[in-house]
């Protein structure tokens, strides 16, 4: 088992430097019918036959994906990311991508979940993933740490250093834009004595409190006030880290749409809030290419436009590149003062042999202050879904996932949580978002929910 993080603060230079894969893969993506023609004979044909009936029209890229209301047996994005050299291009006007707001998705915050996480962990890990270097995060006794400024407002970004008894820094944190911090003293090897240094970027001096046996024991929630006024979030670097393997395929293009449009969503609902936005793509080793990394940019448009030049193909196998997605992306040149989200969006783990170098990067990115929020997608491996829980909940993301109310793409696994509402994938993404800019959590409306599973209480699950 993965037990001690630290290891995640020996990346040096080395292991976070990848080289760039160019693509070969210069497909053209097409869409529409064969229409084949026959020339006329060159002598005079005997009697005609019946005339034929007259050929079907050719469907909208729209229709050909979705077929009948309710119908999956259609709902396939594959039909139109590649079709036959002979096909009849669309018109230059047609939309050859679904529209948005499509896909249903759902959310489960282990963060709000302590105890359950736990109880999954245990029992995961009893299984046949027992066998794997899988992290196990403690996170029943957690001790909460809560910054404020001198009239009490959330103070985000706040310096937050773990020291260990003999005066050595352990690792460094960021506070979020609800002003806190989570430490987890079973797996950060934390004992009585470690001290944790707070101060924010604006001032000097900060507070410094030492935790004790009792701290340790029982986990607790402790609850600081620095002496200024904190900072307002003003900006959002949103990094998606996309999964471009064959096993997407079913649903790539309506992941496309959603995510292109969930940009202009969060435009339009925080027009005061400046946004960086970045992607990486990835596959797998002895694919076309491993990574593809798009910097981040304030140019929105930009980053549509190459968002939709993704196709899905490739991997072969289950297991795909995540570790040099993530890695890669903590190269990406975040800012300080922004909020940090790393939007992971996959059906698949690493490889066995790559889930270390993988953890790691999450780690990593917990002290840069980084929120993983991983969604899964389609058939959604184990060991994925256990992997990305872990990411969701040392970083203080959530887990979200696609479900199938949509009738879209492959059947997508269940999730081995205790409760969730079923609403829109965009509208989910968004609000996800918000509560990270915010710091305060944004449920949806009654009228948006599909469906409810548990008891659910706004994100935490009453489990009898």
Same mark, same amino acid.
């Given at each position: 088992?993965?037990?001690?993080?630290?290891?995640?603060?020996?990346?040096?230079?080395?292991?976070?430097?990848?080289?760039?894969?160019?693509?070969?893969?210069?497909?053209?993506?097409?869409?529409?019918?064969?229409?084949?023609?026959?020339?006329?004979?060159?002598?005079?044909?005997?009697?005609?036959?019946?005339?034929?009936?007259?050929?079907?029209?050719?469907?909208?890229?729209?229709?050909?994906?979705?077929? +009948?209301? !309710?119908?999956?047996? @259609?709902?396939? =994005?594959? /039909?139109? *990311? $590649?079709?036959?050299? %002979?096909?009849?291009?669309?018109?230059?006007?047609?939309?050859?991508?679904?529209?948005?707001?499509?896909?249903?998705?759902?959310?489960?915050?282990?963060?709000?979940?302590?105890?359950?996480?736990?109880?999954?962990?245990?029992?995961?890990?009893?299984?046949?993933?027992?066998?794997?270097?899988?992290?196990?995060?403690?996170?029943?006794?957690?001790?909460?740490?809560?910054?404020?400024?001198?009239?009490?407002?959330?103070?985000?970004?706040?310096?937050?250093?773990?020291?260990?008894?003999?005066?050595?820094?352990?690792?460094?944190?960021?506070?979020? +834009?609800? !002003?806190?911090?989570? @430490?987890?003293? =079973?797996? /950060?090897? *934390? $004992?009585?004595?470690? %001290?944790?240094?707070?101060?924010?970027?604006?001032?000097?001096?900060?507070?410094?409190?030492?935790?004790?046996?009792?701290?340790?024991?029982?986990?607790?929630?402790?609850?600081?006030?620095?002496?200024?006024?904190?900072?307002?979030?003003?900006?959002?670097?949103?990094?998606?880290?996309?999964?471009?393997?064959?096993?997407?395929?079913?649903?790539?293009?309506?992941?496309?749409?959603?995510?292109?449009?969930?940009?202009?969503?969060?435009?339009?609902?925080?027009?005061?809030?400046?946004?960086?936005?970045?992607?990486?793509?990835?596959?797998?080793?002895?694919?076309?290419?491993?990574?593809?990394?798009?910097?981040?940019?304030?140019?929105?448009?930009?980053?549509?436009?190459?968002?939709?030049?993704?196709?899905?193909?490739?991997?072969?196998?289950?297991?795909?590149?995540?570790?040099?997605?993530?890695?890669?992306?903590?190269?990406?040149?975040?800012?300080?003062?922004?909020?940090?989200?790393?939007?992971?969006?996959?059906?698949?783990?690493?490889?066995?042999?790559?889930?270390?170098?993988?953890?790691?990067?999450?780690?990593?990115?917990?002290?840069?202050?980084?929120?993983?929020?991983?969604?899964?997608?389609?058939?959604?491996?184990?060991?994925?879904?256990?992997?990305?829980?872990?990411?969701?909940?040392?970083?203080?993301?959530?887990?979200?996932?696609?479900?199938?109310?949509?009738?879209?793409?492959?059947?997508?696994?269940?999730?081995?949580?205790?409760?969730?509402?079923?609403?829109?994938?965009?509208?989910?993404?968004?609000?996800?978002?918000?509560?990270?800019?915010?710091?305060?959590?944004?449920?949806?409306?009654?009228?948006?929910?599909?469906?409810?599973?548990?008891?659910?209480?706004?994100?935490?699950?009453?489990?009898?």
């Amino acid at each position: 088992m993965i037990c001690n993080w630290k290891k995640a603060l020996l990346i040096g230079t080395a292991a976070l430097t990848l080289a760039a894969c160019e693509s070969t893969d210069t497909s053209p993506i097409t869409t529409g019918e064969d229409i084949s023609e026959t020339n006329a004979p060159d002598s005079a044909p005997p009697p005609p036959p019946p005339p034929p009936p007259s050929p079907a029209p050719v469907a909208s890229s729209e229709s050909a994906v979705l077929g +009948a209301k !309710g119908s999956r047996s @259609l709902g396939r =994005a594959s /039909d139109i *990311i $590649s079709s036959p050299k %002979t096909s009849k291009p669309a018109p230059p006007d047609a939309d050859p991508y679904p529209q948005a707001g499509q896909l249903t998705a759902a959310d489960y915050d282990d963060v709000l979940n302590p105890e359950l996480y736990q109880a999954y962990l245990s029992k995961t890990l009893q299984g046949s993933l027992g066998k794997k270097d899988l992290p196990f995060v403690d996170a029943k006794k957690r001790v909460t740490i809560k910054v404020s400024d001198r009239l009490g407002k959330p103070m985000p970004f706040a310096s937050v250093d773990v020291i260990d008894a003999d005066g050595n820094m352990m690792f460094p944190q960021r506070t979020s +834009a609800n !002003g806190t911090v989570y @430490l987890y003293p =079973a797996f /950060d090897a *934390i $004992s009585a004595g470690t %001290t944790v240094s707070i101060k924010s970027d604006t001032q000097d001096r900060g507070r410094t409190l030492t935790l004790t046996d009792q701290h340790i024991k029982n986990g607790t929630t402790i609850e600081l006030k620095l002496n200024n006024d904190a900072a307002k979030v003003t900006k959002l670097d949103l990094l998606l880290t996309l999964d471009a393997t064959g096993s997407m395929s079913d649903e790539m293009n309506f992941l496309k749409a959603e995510l292109t449009g969930i940009m202009d969503r969060v435009r339009q609902g925080s027009p005061g809030l400046d946004i960086h936005v970045g992607l990486i793509v990835y596959r797998d080793t002895g694919d076309s290419y491993v990574i593809r990394e798009f910097p981040f940019t304030d140019d929105i448009d930009t980053f549509k436009e190459s968002l939709s030049a993704q196709s899905a193909q490739g991997g072969g196998d289950m297991p795909e590149a995540m570790q040099d997605a993530m890695t890669a992306g903590l190269k990406f040149d975040w800012r300080d003062d922004a909020v940090k989200v790393n939007m992971l969006v996959a059906d698949a783990p690493p490889h066995d042999t790559d889930i270390t170098e993988t953890w790691d990067s999450a780690l990593y990115s917990r002290s840069r202050g980084i929120h993983i929020v991983p969604l899964a997608a389609s058939g959604i491996d184990p060991t994925a879904e256990f992997l990305m829980r872990a990411m969701g909940q040392i970083t203080g993301g959530r887990y979200l996932f696609l479900t199938d109310d949509s009738g879209i793409g492959n059947p997508h696994a269940e999730p081995t949580v205790d409760c969730y509402v079923v609403t829109r994938l965009d509208g989910l993404v968004e609000r996800v978002l918000k509560s990270l800019v915010t710091g305060t959590r944004v449920e949806p409306d009654g009228d948006n929910v599909i469906r409810t599973v548990g008891d659910y209480r706004a994100g935490v699950c009453k489990v009898e």
